[in-house]
């Protein structure tokens, strides 16, 4: 279930919605903003050998469109949900998902205003898949610059540690002329921070061979394919590049 507001609506716009750039609807995700939950203890860190039914796995996503799912044909075929069954199947634990996400978020507008609401899932893994959305420069509040998005990342990644025991993993963006730019701040992140990064960039950039892309006018679970989201080949090849990062973790 997404714990993040959708932004169906957005579709309906011009070109922004086309790069998943537009706002979602100010509902729930504002309601959360006026009337936080109170903050849970910081848990005891748990081994991640100890998983059980009576105490699950716990993911939770952070992102923008592409954690949304955005345009998978259904919502089991989005990356993130790929990446859940793929830890409960090959490393036989019960996993509990929360799922953060918006279409045409940023760190901004949808990691920092539910930071309590984050914390208190109290994850055992948490990725971060935010950039694509703040390379558009003229799109504030969802915009920054390289230099603000990665001070907002490292924000965002501190805040979690502070608050969280999770694991976490980061995701480059998608797809967007300045791409590259977003990347190198978020591997330099991850190099300082010694954190793990599923890198997006081969998957589409070899989308004509891949099928990576979806496709103008095909059906999907949240709209029609607009041929700049993935397809559901491309959340399959988004969660295999997660779980590789994922997997060694569960290594002692």
Known sequence: MLAGVIGLGSLLHTHAAEWGLTAPAATASTARQKKRAPLADKPAAKRWSDFSARRPFVY???????????????????????????????????VTVHNFSENGGSINTVAFPQLTEIYNTQPDLVTIEFGTNESVYDDPPHSATPAKFEKNLRKLISDLRANTHARIVLLTTWNQPRSLTYDARIQAVAKADHLPVA?????????????????????????YG?????????????????YQQVKPLFTP
């Open 199 to 223: 890198n997006l960039q081969p998957i589409w950039q070899q989308a004509q061979q891949n099928g990576a892309l979806s496709v103008k006018g095909a059906a999907s679970f949240l709209g």
């Open 226 to 242: 607009d041929g700049f989201h993935p397809s559901d080949t491309g959340h399959t090849l988004i969660a295999r590049a997660v």
């Open 60 to 94: 939770t996503a952070l992102g923008d469109s592409l954690a949304a799912g955005y345009f998978a044909t259904a919502s089991s075929r989005g990356y993130v949900a790929q990446v859940a069954q793929q830890v409960k199947t090959q490393q036989h634990v019960p």
